[in-house]
């Protein structure tokens, strides 16, 4: 989809744009800053650069479509400082994430966002990955799923958390299994302003994927999944 298909983004508004890894043969490495070409250079795996790529440069085409210029890019981790933190850009709030054959980039005006993509694979149903990322409520209910229901059932948690830690920022830091989610919602018990403030929106990257958004915000917002299509 071009800049002039796009529709508005206002402040009850956020965009999800998909891209796939293949389309890493669409961009340019003279995209990347100095810090993330030093990161585009650490992975090992070519895909694992793709989707690096593809990540950055659908970071540029937000800040081309939504203000008309591109800007510094701040990768600035809030624990340690170093450039592996959630993006920021001045005028957008950003989140980025990237699995499989997807790649996500949350895009919002004033609201902090955080999105998470994850590949179904049945690895999954791991007992100790499990107790890791649910609640013990949630673990009890996934495990006591039919088999081939389990990988499925987690992933939608996992996402979702996922998604909450990246849009508060903490993203590794926080313990995923301190706090519940629901169909739209947060329960975080020593967290209670979260819990209130965070809302939760399952997303479609289609098939052998999960997805989901999380809101730092009371009010509803409306969300358009978009697709990036830069040769359209």
Known sequence: MSADETPPLGPDDVHIWWARPDQARLCTSEVLD???RGR???YRQQVDKDRFLIGCTLIRHAMTTYLGAVGPVDR????CGKPHGKPRVAGLELSVSHSGERVALAVART???GVDVEKLSRALDDDAL???VLTPAEAARVSGLPAAERPQAFLRHWTRKEAVV???GEG????LSAFGVGDGTVDWPARPALSAGCRLYDLSP???HAGALAVLSPAEVKVTELVWEPLR
Do not use: F, P, Q, S
């Open 34 to 36: 100095a810090d993330e």
């Open 40 to 42: 585009h250079a650490a």
């Open 76 to 79: 600035a981790c809030t624990g």
């Open 111 to 113: 609201v902090a966002v």
């Open 130 to 132: 499990i107790a890791r």
């Open 166 to 168: 990246k849009a508060t």
């Open 172 to 175: 590794l830091r926080a313990e």
């Open 206 to 208: 289609g098939d052998g």
